[in-house]
Each structure stands twice: as structure tokens, then as C-alpha cells.
């Protein structure tokens, strides 16, 4: 039985993790971690999702619960994320990483634990959008540069970065098939006389409100027509049961860092 250790337990995403690894066979709850100062440190991780004792109490320290035996599923914060990298450099286990936000320095600092940690890090766990990741670049190679190419993603008031790791993912996606470097080509806010568009650019647009799960939409538009790929998600359980299953996925893999269309077999 895979053990897996679920960080943020106390959060949205952390009760949905809970409950897929209680709803998936050959997995077993060993570890719920939370900050510390959460109100819930102490109690039966069955508690945080309405059911009965799991026998696991929840911690607000991950070194209690990490070992080699362990796979840890990680939709925190950079900062945390990268203190349980170190954690589990040490003390041995496995990461599945869904955290978001980071920056270009702390993204250096996660790939130098490459050949320390076996990882799955990816900004998005749903099998349909790593599909659609496909169609990305399918649709760039072929009408990308004839397009003006807008990302737009909307989510929950409650999310604190912008744009969303996945819009960042179907960017990079559109940009790597068209041969160019998201960072130059990419535009994230318009304010005032903005002038005519940039030949080339990809633009970024981002909505925040109410208990939007998730939603993306990348536009290309042309003169006379317009091709939109869109992928929205109902619920919190498709990015969760999305992370199990690559939890599952990278028990068998060496030490490395993977990616969601890795677990999935996805050739780009």
C-alpha cells in the first residue's frame, strides 16, 4: 500500500487530495500537514472531510511524517515547497508538486533538486488540460504564426497568483511550438494608449471572482475566423485525482524531475 503524505490539508485543495487518496485503492493516508498556526492541528485528518477516523492526526511538521516509504502531494506555497524538497532530500520520500507562483529563482532552486528528489511538478493535474496542452501546440504550429494569440483564465476570488500556473503552461505550450520564448513575446496587463498590437505577442488576460473552480480559454485569432481551445473544470477532484495518479505514477520512477504528460505518455 502507497503511503502519501498531503500538505495544505487544512485548504480547498488539500480536503479534495484527502478525499481522492481515500477514494483510490492501493493508496493510504500517512501524513496530513498543515501551517502552524491552523486551528486544526491535533485532530483525525477524517475530521477536515466530514468522515470517520483515518487514524492519521494532523501535523504542522512535515518531518514527522516524511521517510523513504513516503509520496508527498504539495499544493502550498513556493516557499513551503521548497523547505519539503529539502526535507525529502534528507530524509528520503517522493514529491508530487502543484504549488504555483514561483519565481524564476526559486524555479532554479526546485530543478537543482532534480537529482536528489523524484518529482512530478506541473500546474495542472487534470488530465483534460494536459490534453489540451496537445491541441495547443498542434493548433500554433499550424495557425500560431497567422494568429494574434490571447490566454484567458478566470478563478475563484480566493487565488493569489496571476496569471494561473496553468494559463503560464498553455503560454509556454504555445510559444515552445512556435519556436519563441514565452518571455518575450508575452504580454500580461494593458493600461491606457497601448498602441496597436505587437506581431507576434501572446497576450494574458485574468478574472478572479466568486468560487470559480477554473477556467481557460486560448484564442487565435485571425483575419475573418478565430479558433478557440477551451478547457473548464467543474470541480476541485479532476486536478486531485489527477495528482493520486501521478503520485501512483512516480512511486516505480528513479530520481528526477517529471512532468503531468510524462505520467500520462504524452510525446510533444
Known sequence: MQKIV????????????????????????????????????????????????????????VRQVMNPEVTLIDFTAPEATLNHLSVAKELGGRLVIGTTGFSD???????????????????????????????????AKIIGESSDIEVIEAHHRHKVDAPSGTALMMGEAVAEAMDVNLKDVGVFSREGITGAREPGSIGFSTIRGGDIVGEHTVMFASEGERVEISHKASSRQTFARGAVRAARWLLS???????MEDVLGFSR
Open 6 to 61: 498531503v500538505t495544505g490539508a487544512d485548504g480547498r485543495m488539500g480536503r479534495a487530495l484527502i478525499e481522492a487518496v481515500c477514494a483510490t485503492d492501493g493508496v493510504v493516508l500517512s501524513g496530513a500537514v498543515v501551517r502552524d498556526d491552523s486551528g486544526f492541528i491535533g485532530i483525525d485528518a477524517g475530521e477536515l472531510i466530514g468522515r470517520p477516523k483515518l487514524d492519521v492526526i494532523v501535523t504542522d511538521e
Open 105 to 139: 529563482e526559486q524555479l532554479e532552486t526546485l530543478r537543482s533538486y532534480q537529482n536528489e528528489v523524484p518529482m512530478v511538478f506541473a500546474g495542472n493535474y487534470s488530465v483534460g488540460v494536459n490534453l489540451t496542452l496537445q491541441l495547443l501546440r498542434q493548433a
Open 253 to 259: 520512477q528513479p530520481k528526477g524531475l517529471y512532468s
